[in-house]
Structures are given as C-alpha cells and as structure tokens.
C-alpha cells in the first residue's frame, strides 16, 4: 500500500526556524504531497528550495490553509492568534511554535519522546502548541527521572543563544563582536546591553512577580509536559554570546533515592538523549557539538552532595533544531501516524 501524503503549509516560512522546518521535512523524509510556504506580504516574490523545487512564498491570509492537512507555525504569538484558529476551523491541524497556545488547557503541549499521548487532543481546537526551546531540551532528560524516582523540585539556569531571539540578534553578536575585535564603537539595537563578551540575565519582558517570561515559561511548560503540577520549579534564564544551541544548569531532587550512576544509566537508554558525560577526557556538552544535530546532549552528571535525592547535570542542545523546527516535524509524524 503507497504511503499516505499531506497537503503541508509553513507559516513565518522565510525565518529562521521557518527554513528549518522546511529542512526537517526534507531531512526526515515526512510525507508532503505538497507544500505551501506563507510570509507577510514582505517576502511575496521570494522563493525557498524544497526537495530540489524552487517554491515560491505567499502572503498569509485567512484562506491560505483551505485543503490542507497540516500548517507548522513559526511566525509569532500575535500571527498565530490571529490565524490558527483560521487554519483550525479549515480543518487543518495547526504545529504551533509560538507561546501563544502553549498554557491554553485544551491545547496540546507536546515533546513527543514525553508525552506522545497528548497529541490525541489536538481534536479540541486543531492546535497543538511547540514548548518553548529550553523547556524541550530539559524535559528529555527529566521526564524518565520523574517516571522512575518523582521529582520534587528543579532549580535551573539557562545559557541561551542569541539565535533564539532571532536573524538580528545573529547579525548583531556578529558586529559587535567584529567591531569589539578591532577597537570599534559598537551599537546594541536588539537587546538593552552589548550582547558580544558579555552575558545578559534577561530574557523577554520582566513580570511583576521579579522573574521573566522566558522563566515561567520553563516553570508552567514544564508542570504541564510533566502532567504535574506539584513539582517546584525555579529558573534563572541568561543570554549568552553564543550563536547556536542552548545550555543549561538543572539541579533536580527528587522523591525517591536516586544516584548519579543510577541516572547516568537511564539516560542512555532515552530516545533522543547522548550521554556525553567523561570529565577526565574533558567530554561533556558543548553548544558548537550540538549545533546542527537533533540529539540533547547531557553530562556532567553528578550527585548533590548538599541534599538527599539529588542530582546535578548539564544540557545542550540545538535551540533551532529540537529546540523548534524538528520537535515540530516530529509532533506531526505522531499526529499523521496516530490521528490522521
């Protein structure tokens, strides 16, 4: 019997985790009988290279998902408000990367070596909401911990590229850092500081609360992907002069004793994870490994000799790949093998 095909739509195609997606399709063989690339009115007249076509982009408008099966967004929360509900009541299913679905209780929130199971939501309002790149990368390695030993609590500090922000935040590390370099003035346009050999604790809009939205992000996505809203989560998020793949910091205690060598086990056996974990060969997860592949990278796994039940680790991972473009190609392998 010939493999079944779907009508495919990238929303925000021309940005950078739009040209992964349309990468990831391609790169992990999903089965597009077609493909329609959608932009603001801006990039009408360019065209993006699918599988050897040139395709050309198309303004986004309200009746641009009619007879499509599947609509990966990329394009920012206000866009996404405005047109998956369009998209939804077209009967396309909508993979959305932006933060605008993502706390909504009947929306989805998918990592799909986690919770596979919540896809079968998606019925609700046809939208399934992408986590947050550094949500993903530390749910991989925490959820079987939680399935086997309980987590009580998690502390994190986050090392994000500047890639998360986006193409100018890319061009402005690249200038400051070349002007930094020969003894130049230097301009900050995308962020209130220097970003080049410098690390900035800010991340997103400040709430009144004294943390980020990034940083509740990590807090509520994670209780949700988690299915628990028990768990205590506290997180510290950071800029960094890095141009690709987020690290981070995760101490984790947990309910049930729990030894370092007991994880470091586990997580070689987790879909999606690559213990790089040899202090004395100085192995350990580095963002320039991770950039450009789709595994998380864990090391530096070690007890808490502070507390009982817990464990420190290090977490890389490509924030535009499983950070973004290819969780979200995954999300939608489950969704045509599963539900469609």
């Not at 040139?54 to 099966?69: A, R």
Request: charged share 20%.
């Amino acid at each position: 019997m010939a493999e079944k095909q779907f009508n495919v739509a990238v929303a925000g195609a021309t940005g950078a985790v739009g040209n992964q997606m349309i990468s990831c399709l391609e790169e992990m063989n999903f089965p597009v009988k077609s493909i329609r690339l959608l932009a603001s009115h801006r990039s009408v007249g360019r065209t993006l290279r699918f599988k050897g076509d040139l395709i050309p982009v198309e303004e986004l408008k309200e009746d641009s998902f009619k007879g499509l099966d599947i609509a990966l967004f990329s394009a920012g929360g206000s866009t996404s408000k405005t047109f998956a509900p369009n998209a939804a009541r077209d009967g396309c299913v909508v993979i959305d990367n932006s933060s605008a679905w993502r706390m909504d209780p009947h929306v989805p929130l998918v990592v799909p070596e986690v919770n596979p199971h919540a896809v079968a939501q998606h019925s609700h309002k046809g939208i399934i909401a992408n986590p947050n790149c550094s949500t993903i990368q530390m749910v991989l390695p925490l959820s079987p911990i939680h399935k086997k030993y309980g987590i009580k609590r998690i502390v994190v500090s986050t090392y994000q590229a500047v890639s998360g922000t986006g193409k100018k935040a890319i061009d402005e590390l690249f200038d400051q850092s070349r002007a930094m370099i020969n003894f130049l003035d230097c301009q900050n346009n995308v962020y209130p500081h220097r970003i080049a050999f410098n690390c900035l604790p800010h991340i997103d809009s400040f709430l009144d609360n004294g943390y980020t939205k990034e940083e509740m992000k990590m807090v509520n996505e994670t209780r949700k992907i988690l299915e628990d809203d028990t768990i205590g989560v506290t997180a510290t998020t950071v800029r960094v002069p890095v141009f690709y793949s987020h690290s981070e910091s995760v101490n984790v205690e947990t309910k049930k004793p729990v030894s370092a060598t007991e994880v470091r086990s586990l997580l070689e056996k987790t879909p999606g994870i690559k213990v790089v974990d040899d202090p004395e060969q100085n192995l350990y997860p580095l963002a320039i490994d991770a950039a450009g592949q789709d595994l998380t990278l864990v090391g530096r796994i070690r007890d808490d000799e502070s507390i009982p039940n817990g464990i420190n680790m290090w977490i890389v991972a490509d924030n535009i790949r499983k950070g973004a473009a290819t969780n979200a190609v995954q999300i939608a392998q489950v969704l045509v093998k599963d539900y469609l």
